[in-house]
T-cell receptor, first 112, second 112 residues
Framework: DSGVTQTPKHLITATGQRVTLRCSPRSGDLSVYWYQQSLDQGLQFLIQYYNGEERAKGNILERFSAQQFPDLHSELNLSSLELGDSALYFC???????????FGPGTRLTVL | AQKVTQAQTEISVVEKEDVTLDCVYETRDTTYYLFWYKQPPSGELVFLIRRNSFDEQNEISGRYSWNFQKSTSSFNFTITASQVVDSAVYFCALRYTDKLIFGTGTRLQVFP
């Protein structure tokens, strides 16, 4: 158990819908990262927050957004969902941005 | 460009065999960090090791060992006396700025 929690574990929804994935980092970790794992793209970095501020952006679609709250938990919002958004979404956290990242169990999103 | 290549898509071994997973990286940075993560069938990503570019000493942790060679830009992972519980997908990653760039992973199947 890495100490990073993600909810929900599974999510099944329809195209065009909007969902929110939630992540609680390890106690004391200030940095939160979101990654997407899909069969065709592999593991891809989406976005990073550090102490409430966006710090880095990767290949994140405009339909996706995220934020980190004062209690350091983070949410990833996915809207206008498409079939291709079906993937495993991981949250990771680290004490500081340059430290090793510990991953949560992931949220498996299925878009029908 | 930053890139990680894991040329072995899938490896099958019989229990107690030694197995080496290859990782080749590309980076123009002089200081960089490399990682290995394990993804068992349950899906979570488990951190195994972090190695910085200044430390070329090989690392051993129980049955696991890592061979870092800057001259060949490789960071290979060896499991000695493999066990069925080692069956998983193993990812090598390179940290670029704050994000991790992952290889495509090597699926290791250990048969009894």
């Amino acid at each position: 158990d890495s100490g990073v929690t993600q909810t929900p574990k599974h999510l099944i929804t329809a195209t065009g819908q909007r969902v929110t994935l939630r992540c609680s980092p390890r106690s004391g970790d200030l940095s939160v990262y979101w990654y997407q794992q899909s069969l065709d793209q592999g593991l891809q970095f989406l976005i990073q927050y550090y102490n409430g501020e966006e710090r880095a952006k990767g290949n994140i679609l405009e339909r996706f957004s995220a934020q980190q709250f004062p209690d350091l938990h983070s949410e990833l919002n996915l809207s206008s969902l498409e079939l291709g958004d079906s993937a495993l979404y991981f949250c990771a956290s680290s004490v500081q941005p340059l430290n090793e990242q510990f991953f949560g169990p992931g949220t498996r999103l299925t878009v029908l | 460009a930053q890139k990680v290549t894991q040329a072995q898509t899938e490896i099958s071994v019989v229990e107690k065999e030694d197995v080496t997973l290859d990782c080749v990286y590309e980076t123009r940075d002089t200081t960089y960090y490399l990682f290995w993560y394990k993804q068992p069938p349950s899906g979570e990503l488990v951190f195994l090791i972090r190695r910085n570019s200044f430390d070329e000493q090989n690392e051993i942790s129980g049955r696991y060992s890592w061979n870092f060679q800057k001259s060949t830009s490789s960071f290979n992972f060896t499991i000695t006396a493999s066990q069925v519980v080692d069956s998983a997908v193993y990812f090598c990653a390179l940290r670029y700025t704050d994000k991790l760039i992952f290889g495509t992973g090597t699926r290791l199947q250990v048969f009894p």
